[in-house]
C-alpha cells in the first residue's frame, strides 16, 4: 500500500479535493493511505508562525526551516528509506508529467510539502528528494500542484481504475507517448456528425489501426512536442 502524506498551511484546501472521487476510492480499497498535515502544528509559539522577513531585503514572507524539517521528520519517521520520495511543490522544479507520475506510483511513501507566501527558505530544499512543477507558471500556494499530482498517482495504483492495466496504457501519455486517439459512444449520429464507420465494423485489426493513425495525427497536431519526444525515438 502507498502512503501519501501532505503538508500544507491550507489543509482544508486539499480535504475536499483528496477525500472524493477516485480517490476516495483508492482508499476504501486499501490501495493507498492519505494523511493531510496543518504546517502550524509543528510550530511552538502562541501565533504558530511558519513564516519571517528573507534575509537582505525583498517582497513578502519566507517559509521558516523549523516547521517544515519538524513536519517531514515526523512523516518520515518509522518509515523506511527505501521506496519514499519527498516532494516539494516548486515554480523553478522539474515538469510533472505521465511518466513521473508512473515513478511515483511505484514507491512506498510520498510526502508532498506544499509551498506558500514567496516560497521556502533555501535550506528546506535539502529535505526534498524531488522538486516538481506541473507547469510555467505561479500559483499562491502548492495545494492544487499537490492535489493534482496525488490524484495522477494515485489512479495508477492496481485495482483503483476499472479495466485493469489497459485502462491506463491506451490513453493519452500512454505506453507510446501519444495523446489518446477520438473516441465515441451512442448514438451514432447526432447532428449531423457521424461515428466513423470502421468503429461499428466490427472489425478490431482496422479499429486498432485507425486509432494509432488518429493518435499520431492528433498529437502532430496539437502536441507536436510528443510525436518527436525522446521516449518515442
Not at 493531510?36 to 509559539?45: E, F, G, K, P, S
Request: charged share 25%; net charge neutral.
Amino acid at each position: 500500500m502507498l502512503v501519501i502524506d501532505v503538508i500544507s498551511v491550507q489543509p482544508q484546501m486539499l480535504r475536499g479535493f483528496l477525500e472524493e472521487s477516485i480517490v476516495a476510492r483508492a482508499v476504501k480499497k486499501g490501495a493507498c493511505e492519505i494523511r493531510i498535515h496543518n504546517l502550524r502544528d509543528y510550530t511552538h509559539d502562541r501565533w504558530r508562525k511558519v513564516d519571517d522577513k528573507p534575509y537582505g531585503g525583498g517582497p513578502g514572507m519566507l517559509m521558516m526551516c523549523g516547521p517544515w524539517f519538524e513536519a517531514v521528520e515526523s512523516c518520515l519517521d518509522g518509515s523506511s528509506a527505501e521506496g519514499r520520495r519527498v516532494i516539494m511543490t516548486s515554480p523553478s522544479g522539474r515538469r510533472f508529467d505521465q511518466r513521473v507520475a508512473e515513478s511515483l506510483a511505484g514507491e512506498r511513501h510520498l510526502v508532498f510539502m506544499c509551498g506558500h507566501y514567496e516560497g521556502f527558505d533555501a535550506r528546506i530544499r535539502t529535505l526534498a528528494t524531488d522538486e516538481l512543477s506541473i507547469g510555467d507558471f505561479v500559483m499562491t500556494g502548492g495545494e492544487i500542484a499537490a492535489a493534482a499530482m496525488v490524484d495522477s498517482v494515485v489512479r495508477l495504483l492496481p485495482g483503483v481504475l476499472g479495466g485493469g492495466p489497459a485502462a491506463t496504457a491506451s490513453e493519452s501519455f500512454g505506453r507510446d507517448g501519444l495523446l489518446e486517439a477520438p473516441q465515441y459512444t451512442h448514438p451514432p449520429v447526432f447532428r449531423g456528425m457521424a461515428v466513423p464507420p470502421v468503429l461499428l465494423s466490427g472489425d478490431h485489426v482496422k479499429i486498432e489501426a485507425w486509432r494509432r493513425s488518429q493518435a499520431m495525427k492528433l498529437t502532430v497536431s496539437v502536441r507536436p512536442d510528443l510525436a518527436v519526444s525522446p521516449g518515442r525515438r
